[in-house]
């Protein structure tokens, strides 16, 4: 709860007790959860009965509602991550990696790959630990 509570002070600007739903996807973000843009957009449209604008409580609903409709799993992403090796060794290159991501599913900019590559340690021959990636990506924040 302190986290929810410390990311929506963050983003009340103006100390009201509010955030705009605009800022509904960086607080989700922050609070490491990976919603869609359409799932964005769909929390987006319910919190608008309130002027545009939600309470603390409201994020914690919405964040709630967001993990439950969450359908991406860990074995899926496994599944996926491992359809890219085609050697069955447990890596994934960097090369194949980056036109998966920018091109599957909801696509990454290629800075956001960068990132990804950043946060996972690459092997001198360019690949990452098929393992490794995946319980980074589902670790909890």
Same mark, same amino acid.
């Given at each position: 709860?302190? *986290? ?22 960086? @607080? ?15 929390? #987006?449209?319910?919190? #608008? ?10 994020? #914690? ?27 069955? *060794? ?9 036109? @998966?991501?920018?091109?599957?599913? *909801?696509?990454?900019? /290629?800075? /956001? ?10 092997? *001198? ?17």
């Amino acid at each position: 709860m302190q *986290e929810i509570k410390d990311v929506f002070s963050y983003l009340d600007k103006t100390k009201q007790g509010v955030i705009d739903v605009k800022d509904i996807g960086t @607080a989700l973000r922050c609070l490491g959860m990976n919603p869609t843009e359409c799932e964005v957009q769909e929390l #987006q449209e319910e919190a #608008q009965n309130n002027n545009g604008k939600i309470t603390l409580d409201e994020l #914690q609903r919405l964040m709630n509602k967001c993990k439950m409709n969450c359908v991406t799993n860990k074995d899926e992403v496994l599944k996926f991550f491992r359809s890219l090796d085609k050697n069955m *060794e447990g890596y994934v290159d960097t090369k194949e990696l980056k036109i @998966a991501l920018c091109n599957a599913g *909801e696509p990454l900019q /290629e800075k /956001e790959v960068e990132l990804v590559y950043k946060d996972f340690g690459i092997s *001198e021959d360019g690949k990452i630990k098929i393992n490794d990636l995946v319980e980074g990506l589902f670790k909890v924040k």
